[in-house]
């Protein structure tokens, strides 16, 4: 148990410190059996071959008639060669019929070809049967082609998708084709969100708000998306009362999850009863504030859970600060990547992106900064980063409108406008301009967008 509330001293980590410690014990949940068309957006926790040959048989490529090399060879308009139609091959079961000298099956793409024959020809380089029972082959071009061979695809026991990779559409696809009636994967993450506080009002509590009396619930809504997005299952309710009994029961209902996130008393003020909630379930802090802006209250550690379903897998609980910018932020630095790896993901963090600063970003002598930003590309595709608006933590405008987080790194000395300046995506959807680029021909220009310019807001 850590120490009580009273004697908490703040460690004051670096963001990377903080950011190790969290994903220090961050191992994938036990895996579950799915069927593959259940498990879409999951990681696999095992590999997974093959049962079968595919395809089963050397099949055709082309509608047209299955032939022998050797009787087509020559084939020209005017002097065609005539050959007599004994079997019609489909996609299935082979059909009882040996191609022979002067013979061909008509077949349907995807149909076993059948033994003696080694071509497809295509049914436009035929008369298509004008007398039935025997076509005319009018160009040799298709000799030796058009056949797929039996286990082009897959073959027993190949190796289709990896632990650690996530079905997506094309692997669910693979997935499929290979037999598997299961398959192994981490389950999405449950995550309780609990927000604390009397000053926060429900949606249905707009009279409240209205009166001045109250401040609307965002952080619930907010990181419960959030949550979802990054592929966990989201379990929230209405925000907690600043009355501890009250807090310590919602707390204790929640021990069944995979992940606990709380949201506002995280600091030390006499109504910050976060800590001391967990403290009465027997929590284990970690470590409690990080050198960074906003989200510097942030707190880390574990209720132990001794004989529970999970093994007794220890529950990590993240503390985040109330001001909606700061849980936000800390949510990206450090839940989501965390959540990620109880998933499975390899990949835990957002991506980054190179822009050039648009403005001045200040500095912190110790602390990282992270203001929320817009970005925009110049016309020779530079990205210049803006700031989105009042930085203040307490503020929501600004986190609809962020395209990122800038990274401002501690210094005695500003970002000024023009300098590079490193940025964690938060929107896919930034560069909706580029979205047909794939079209432009190598050193060619962009095609003209039909869905406008800038970013897609």
Known sequence: MSAPFEDLEADWL??????????AGADPLEAIDLVPTEALGLVLAADVTARALLPA??????????????????????APVRLAVVGHAVPGPPIAVTVTSGQAVRITTGGP??????????????????????VEIRDDGDVGRNVRPAGRDLRPGDVVARRGERLDPGRIGIVAAAGAR???VHPPPRVSVVATGDELAGPDELDRVLAGDAVPEVNGPILSAAVEAAGGVPRTGPAVPDDLDALVARLEAELDADLLVTIGGASMGTGDLVKRALDRLGFRLDFWRVRMRP??????????????????RPLPVCSLPGNPSSAFVTFELFVRPLLRRLAGRVRAHRPSVDAVAGEV??????????????????????????????????????????HGLAVVHPSDHAVEAGDRLRVLALDDDFGAAEAAAWLRPIGGSDPSPSDGAGPDR
């Open 14 to 23: 670096s963001v990377e410190s903080a950011l190790t410690r969290v994903l």
């Open 57 to 78: 048989h050397d099949n055709s490529a082309m509608d047209g008639y299955a032939v022998r090399a050797r009787d087509v060879r020559g084939a020209h308009p005017d």
């Open 113 to 134: 070809v059948p033994p003696g024959a080694d071509s497809v020809v295509r049914v436009e380089h035929t008369d298509r049967e004008v007398e039935p029972g025997t």
């Open 182 to 184: 299961s398959v192994a």
């Open 295 to 312: 989200g510097s209250p942030f707190g880390f550690g574990y209720i132990d859970r001794p004989g529970a379903p999970n093994g007794g």
């Open 361 to 402: 970003f200040v500095a912190h002598p110790s602390n990282t900064m992270f203001p929320r930003v817009t970005l925009t590309r110049d016309a020779d595709g530079t990205l210049r980063a803006h700031s989105a608006g009042d930085q203040t933590s307490g503020l929501v405008h600004t986190l609809a409108r962020a």
